[in-house]
């Protein structure tokens, strides 16, 4: 083990008010059983997932409600023990705010689990242990949901390098800290399959140095490991940035349009780590995660959430609002986004709730001209010009903004932060992109419409070339009989004729 010193500083990035030691004062609380669980059939980057029960069929805890469909896709199981009463669209925690399917479950009460199933992974090896990580329903917790079982099939590249995704950058956010301070053993166990099934020869994890307590039972778990190291990192956002954190703790920079497996190393978030952990040795799928609720709340803390669970029911265990607010953040207040009510559900991509105040959600600042400070371009991480990406994305200039590389924006809200004229510039580069991709959603309905008319004109052409073919050859098949009728007519004729000369001449005689 080794506490690695060393960081490759990556461009810009902001240093803000964290926020988080309000939520870090207790330890990890339990939620009490929800009176209904609403479950999403899609909770993760992918196909949406099957269903595999039926309305009032009895389900146990850990039963698989609903299958993945498809390789990337993730399967949804039974958070809890009761009766399937609902399958219909419901509201649920998305940026669009548009309801979609969701399962509902009423708990029975007696959290029955079904028969679990360790996963012997020593005896049955790695392929083996990945077909069956496929059936867990464990995606991404960080807030990326993709399918973890993808990641761990390496698709020809050789892994060489864990990164243990530890930053936690954005505020407010504390549910991976507290998870290494109460589960560190169960990560780092986590973190040794994870290395087996990749095949990888080390990990590093990489941490914030604002989680001491955190890095000090980390340390002492890997002390003796030869394999793990860990590389405390500063408190500057957005180092938890997949590409960013990979160039802090290695130095190696992931190029546009490439993964970091074809450079040699896989990323994996600490709670997604522990959630394989549990699976593999405990036997029981993803059903629940730890989720932050910070902000205006009495009881600021984290909390082990199964999924489905209304949000609601969490913000009365967390001792209710101190003010009422219809502003409940989902996620952090960089990055998150506005839920439609309380009423949605926990889902595998929730990891913060914030009971935000008017002044997080709204800015009642007004809106001034650019002033071409650049601090935005010093800020950004991905070496982008936010000012011209402004410019052409507020005067409709969606090609020059894409050739300014707008698809490479992370959409990390550092330069609207340190805008002096309050200019919602992510809104902006949002609003260009969805335009773009909406833009060549229609040319590529078009040009499908155009082929298949294309294809239409040329089938009828083909058609009326064939009938006309065919025309023409019953025209010369009926003219060719007619002539032969002809002939043949002409030879009964003389035929008849020489017959009758004949004739005449034996009477005659």
């Known amino acids: ?33 929800p009176k209904k669980l609403i479950l999403p059939l899609r909770q993760h980057v992918g196909r949406v997932a099957k269903l595999k029960v039926n309305l009032g069929e009895k389900v146990l805890k850990g039963q698989l409600i609903a299958e993945a469909d498809g390789n990337v896709s993730a399967a949804i199981h039974a ?29 029975d009460g007696k959290d029955t689990w079904i028969k679990k199933d360790p996963v012997n992974w020593k005896k049955i090896g790695r392929e083996e242990t990945i077909k069956k990580i496929y059936s867990s329903g464990i995606v991404g917790l960080g807030g990326a949901t993709f399918p973890s079982h993808l990641k761990l099939h390496n698709n020809n590249n050789e892994i060489k390098t864990l990164v243990v995704n530890a930053a936690e950058c954005e505020p407010y956010i504390t549910c991976d800290d507290m998870l290494m301070r109460e589960k560190s053993v169960d990560l780092i166990e986590g973190i040794r399959l994870v290395l087996h099934l990749l095949g990888a020869e080390n990990a590093i994890i990489g941490i914030e140095d604002n989680k001491p307590e ?56 600490v709670a997604t780590i522990v959630a394989l952990y549990n699976f593999i040795n405990l036997g029981e799928p993803s059903i629940s995660r730890i989720i932050t609720i910070t ?42 986004f506005k839920l439609p009510s309380v009423n949605v559900p926990v889902t595998k991509a929730m990891n ?27 800020a950004c991480p991905v070496t982008l010009q936010p000012q011209e990406l402004f410019w052409f994305s507020q005067s409709n200039q969606f090609e020059k903004a894409e050739n300014y590389n707008l698809f490479d924006c992370i959409e990390c809200g550092c330069c609207s932060y340190v805008c002096p004229s309050n200019i ?15 833009e060549r959603h229609a040319k590529e309905e078009a040009d499908i419409a155009r082929e298949r008319n294309d294809f239409r004109l040329h089938r009828l052409q083909r058609e009326k070339e064939e009938r006309a073919k065919k025309v023409a050859e019953r025209k010369a098949n009926t003219s060719s009989d007619e002539k032969s009728k002809v002939i043949d007519e002409k030879r009964k004729a003389i035929t008849e004729a020489l017959e009758r000369i004949k004739n005449e001449e034996v009477s005659e005689k």
């Open 424 to 438: 919602p510039l992510v809104q902006y580069y949002r609003y260009a992109k969805s335009e773009i991709i909406g």
């Open 214 to 269: 955190a890095i000090e039972k980390l340390t002492v778990l890997v002390k003796k490991d030869e394999h793990i190291s860990i590389k405390v990192v500063p408190t500057i956002y957005p180092s938890g940035d997949a590409k960013r954190l990979i160039y802090l703790l290695t130095g190696t920079q992931i190029a546009k349009g490439k993964r970091s497996a074809e450079y040699g190393i896989q990323m994996f978030n």
């Open 79 to 107: 958070p809890t023990s009761g009766i399937i009463v609902s399958v219909e669209k419901q509201s649920i925690p998305h940026p669009s705010g548009l309801p979609d399917y969701c399962v509902t479950l009423i708990p």
């Open 352 to 378: 913060c709730v914030i009971n935000a105040g008017s002044e997080m959600v709204e800015n009642n600042s007004p809106v001034l001209p650019c002033i071409r400070c650049a601090r935005c371009a010093d």
């Open 1 to 33: 083990m080794s506490i690695v010193d060393k960081i490759f500083k990556f461009n810009g990035g902001i240093k803000t008010d964290t926020r988080k030691t309000v939520s870090t004062s207790h330890p990890i609380k339990k939620i009490s059983m």
């Open 295 to 336: 902000g205006n709340v009495t009881t600021p803390n984290n909390y082990e959430v199964l999924f489905g669970t209304p949000l609601s029911d969490l913000i009365v265990d967390a001792g209710g609002v101190i003010k009422k607010s219809s502003s409940f953040i989902m996620g952090g207040p960089m990055m998150g």
